[in-house]
């Protein structure tokens, strides 16, 4: 069995009681599927936004998601390993959230962590959607690789630029880096 499959299901109708949840099993959980209803179903529920920043005040992220049945949904949710990037939307969140004090000890620990070991950032040029150097002269290299890659839409430039940037290896970034100059040079789209 996976830590997937074992993990408990938390039923949370609202902010307050998935924050609970958190507060009393952050530390010692290795992770939580949180059911909530669907809009299909009717009911009022805790929604996406909400569960997400409560996530982030104890230095929990969210995950793969699924149904449960056809009127509740489920998103699983674990601690932030150390070395996790930070996308800017969670970056925003935190900030509203360390502005309005109800960021909890475990969140700015997860935050200065990040900041410390460089996670924090390693997203920020592809946000801005900055071509590296590297992947520059790849792409230079295989006419008219520059050019159909600049023409893609800017949410696939980012997840392939993405790709990149979470390599933690300089062999890996160099394969995807080769990978992506190739299938643009054939207008396609490289996985990332």
């Known amino acids: 069995m996976s830590v997937l499959d074992d993990a408990?299901?938390?039923?949370?109708?609202?902010?307050?009681?998935?924050?609970?949840?958190?507060e009393a099993?952050?530390?010692?959980?290795?992770?939580?599927?949180?059911?909530?209803w669907r809009p299909r179903s009717g009911r009022v529920g805790l929604d996406y936004e909400a569960a997400?920043?409560?996530?982030?005040c104890f230095g929990w992220v969210d995950s793969t998601g699924g149904r449960v049945d056809d009127e509740r949904g489920r998103l699983y949710f674990a601690p932030r390993k150390p070395r996790s990037v930070?996308?800017?939307s969670n970056k925003a969140r935190v900030e509203r959230l360390i502005a309005a004090r109800r960021m909890a000890p475990a969140g700015l620990a997860a935050i200065e962590r990040a900041k410390a070991n460089g996670s924090w950032v390693i997203?920020?040029?592809?946000e801005r959607l900055?071509?590296?150097a590297d992947l520059a002269a790849a792409l230079e290299i295989r006419p008219p690789?520059?050019?159909?890659?600049?023409?893609?839409?800017?949410?696939?430039?980012?997840?392939?630029?993405g790709w990149i940037a979470v390599a933690r290896r300089p062999e890996t970034?160099?394969?995807?880096i080769a990978k992506i100059a190739e299938a643009a040079a054939r207008n396609e789209r490289a996985p990332g």
């Open 25 to 36: 099993n952050h530390a010692t959980a290795r992770g939580a599927w949180l059911v909530t």
């Open 123 to 126: 997203l920020d040029a592809v």
């Open 145 to 161: 690789a520059a050019v159909n890659f600049a023409a893609f839409p800017p949410s696939t430039r980012k997840q392939m630029l």
């Open 130 to 132: 900055e071509v590296p």
């Open 86 to 88: 930070w996308a800017a």
């Open 52 to 56: 997400i920043e409560e996530a982030l």
């Open 8 to 22: 408990p299901h938390v039923h949370a109708d609202d902010r307050a009681t998935w924050r609970a949840w958190l």
């Open 173 to 176: 970034r160099a394969v995807r």
